[in-house]
T-cell receptor, first 112, second 116 residues
Framework: DQQVKQNSPSLSVQEGRISILNCDYTNSMFDYFLWYKKYPAEGPTFLISISSIKDKNEDGRFTVFLNKSAKHLSLHIVPSQPGDSAVYFCAASASGTYKYIFGTGTRLKVLA | NAGVMQNPRHLVRRRGQEARLRCSPMKGHSHVYWYRQLPEEGLKFMVYLQKENIIDESGMPKERFSAEFPKEGPSILRIQQVVRGDSAAYFC??????????????FGEGSRLTVL
């Protein structure tokens, strides 16, 4: 039972353009969401988070949007850079719990 | 301030042998999580531990897998009688608190287990 889904296994974007990575979840109890970036042979590193009391959170080139009614969140990277090429995981958790449920990841390739 | 340290980075075992993976959390972190990433899959939660306590092991296979986080020393994920399907990357993460909404998890670089 995959509670957090990233339906696009891969995405290619031209340098300088916008990258949009999508994530859907099924558990309505989830109220905190994070995005992690992972390079090959390295551990995931935290990128940005959003609480369900917000619908948008921005940090430099990275913006996360949350649509609670659709149980959908997206990560926007503008402008995309070759160094952004990595696997991106979204993760979700519910209040009172202590574990994050991760999606299967989307491999982003930014073309120079 | 060292990050989450995992060792070994790579481990090769033959079927039936035991695998021990170690994780030292970040300084000041007393909460440890283990996740497994099978080839072409996402990160699957295995277990959450605090010092000397297993808080949630709902993601652990029922047999052959165990985890501990002793009062002194690293957290250890132990896999007995390994099978080929155990081949995966095992990631340890730590945090200052077990409450997910307070802070993110800091991950180690992972231990890659290959079972021949």
């Amino acid at each position: 039972d995959q509670q957090v889904k990233q339906n696009s296994p891969s995405l290619s974007v031209q340098e300088g353009r916008i990258s949009i990575l999508n994530c859907d979840y099924t558990n309505s109890m989830f109220d905190y969401f994070l995005w992690y970036k992972k390079y090959p042979a390295e551990g995931p590193t935290f990128l940005i988070s959003i609480s369900s009391i917000k619908d948008k959170n921005e940090d430099g080139r990275f913006t996360v949007f949350l649509n609670k009614s659709a149980k959908h969140l997206s990560l926007h990277i503008v402008p995309s850079q070759p160094g952004d090429s990595a696997v991106y995981f979204c993760a979700a958790s519910a209040s009172g719990t202590y574990k994050y449920i991760f999606g299967t990841g989307t491999r982003l390739k930014v073309l120079a | 301030n060292a990050g989450v340290m995992q060792n070994p980075r790579h481990l090769v075992r033959r079927r039936g042998q035991e695998a021990r993976l170690r994780c030292s959390p970040m300084k000041g972190h007393s909460h440890v999580y283990w996740y497994r990433q099978l080839p072409e899959e996402g990160l699957k939660f295995m277990v959450y531990l605090q010092k000397e306590n297993i808080i949630d092991e709902s993601g652990m296979p029922k047999e052959r897998f165990s985890a501990e986080f002793p009062k002194e020393g690293p957290s250890i994920l132990r896999i007995q009688q390994v099978v080929r399907g155990d081949s995966a990357a095992y990631f340890c993460a730590s945090s200052t608190t077990g409450r997910t909404h307070v802070g993110e998890l800091f991950f180690g670089e992972g231990s890659r287990l290959t079972v021949l």
